[in-house]
């Protein structure tokens, strides 16, 4: 399989074990959908973006969509709480560290999951960067929704 059939996403194997804990939709939504958390899913493929709006959209998270940097300042701006930014690091015009620096000038207590491909990331430019973490791609959906309630968690733990 070449480098470009590589799926961006996988699900694990019915028989694969790991770490995670097991994860039910977010807990707020259910009694309360004006509490459930609100993200902002930054990606300039809409496949993997509307494939993320829609896994986050089913697990009960309110859900925001930008098609790259420019719109997403704007939602940024202009929305009042959100509760998490899942950028993708490799954008034109301006990279996921530089899009994460101007959302927290709106949104600053608001943790930042950044998603990448082969590429490194510029670790000089992530030094001060708190409520902040990396997924690579491809990943599974557990690991995904695993990340998001960390980092959601260590902002404002949810109930279980």
Not at 29 to 42: F, I, N, Q
Not at 84 to 103: A, C, K, P, Q, R
């Amino acid at each position: 399989m070449n480098d470009h059939e590589k799926p961006l996403f996988t699900d694990p194997p019915e028989s694969a074990s790991n770490d995670y804990p097991a994860l039910s939709p977010c807990p707020s939504s259910a009694k309360r959908p004006d509490l459930a958390p609100t993200l902002l899913v930054v990606d300039e493929d809409w496949v993997f973006r509307e494939f993320q709006a829609r896994t986050l959209g089913d697990q009960g998270y309110t859900v925001m969509k930008a098609t790259g940097a420019v719109e997403a300042m704007l939602l940024a701006r202009t929305t009042p709480i959100i509760n998490l930014l899942l950028t993708d690091y490799s954008m034109v015009g301006l990279d996921g560290l530089e899009l994460t620096n101007h959302f927290r000038a709106f949104h600053p207590e608001s943790p930042v999951l950044m998603f990448k491909g082969a590429l490194p990331l510029p670790g000089h430019r992530m030094e001060n960067l708190d409520r902040f973490a990396v997924l690579g791609k491809p990943f599974d959906v557990k690991s995904l929704l695993h990340k998001i309630r960390l980092l959601l968690d260590a902002v404002v733990p949810l109930p279980r």
